[in-house]
């Protein structure tokens, strides 16, 4: 019999529970992130994957990359709200508010509606995550603009920061976490 859902269609496995593997990749996980919320407490269950995602999803925590919290909120927001995955979505839209985005311009973002910022980074980083999420064409003037404000290192924060946020949006869409899911304690 299948173990009943714990964190949306998703039955967690509890740490008690779990194969050698899989806490090997949970311990190592929480020491490289922190409390596991959101995805992770999914991708845990598969070992290998954890171990690479952990450190990956770490490169985006506040002060290891190269946006500022504005300029992650951004992307993400619009990425999370291109999938429509309820949990991270929800999750963004608050974020953006306390990191200082108005209101009306999260909700331009989660509804796909025109947006514009007076900082020249935050423009570049809403018209990339627009053009890519929309799977359009980098124009050169996009290009340009983007290489003059962020540099390669912003711009490939805020690509990788997108494929990583579509990945979580759709684990989290697929096993339909809604908005505020707790799931287990482990």
Not at 42 to 70: C, M
Not at 105 to 133: H, K, N, W
Not at 138 to 166: E, K, N, P, W
């Amino acid at each position: 019999m299948a173990e009943a859902p714990t964190f949306g269609r998703y039955a967690e496995t509890p740490y008690d529970r779990m194969t050698p593997e899989q806490r090997e990749s949970y311990d190592f996980a929480v020491e490289t992130r922190g409390p596991l919320g959101g995805p992770n407490k999914i991708w845990v269950d598969n070992p290998k994957l954890a171990k690479v995602a952990a450190p990956f999803g770490g490169h985006f925590q506040k002060g290891n990359y190269s946006l500022t919290e504005r300029e992650r909120e951004i992307a993400v927001i619009i990425i999370n709200s291109k999938w429509r995955s309820a949990y991270p979505t929800a999750a963004h839209e608050r974020r953006g508010k306390e990191v200082g985005l108005p209101a009306a311009t999260v909700e331009a973002l989660l509804s796909g509606l025109p947006a514009s910022f007076g900082d020249a980074r935050e423009q570049v980083v809403y018209e990339m995550a627009i053009c890519l999420s929309n799977s359009r064409w980098v124009s050169q003037g996009l290009y340009d603009r983007a290489v003059a404000a962020l540099g390669h290192v912003g711009i490939t924060d805020v690509i990788t920061l997108m494929g990583h946020y579509t990945s979580v949006s759709m684990t989290l869409a697929f096993y339909d976490v809604p908005a505020g899911a707790q799931g287990l304690q482990r």
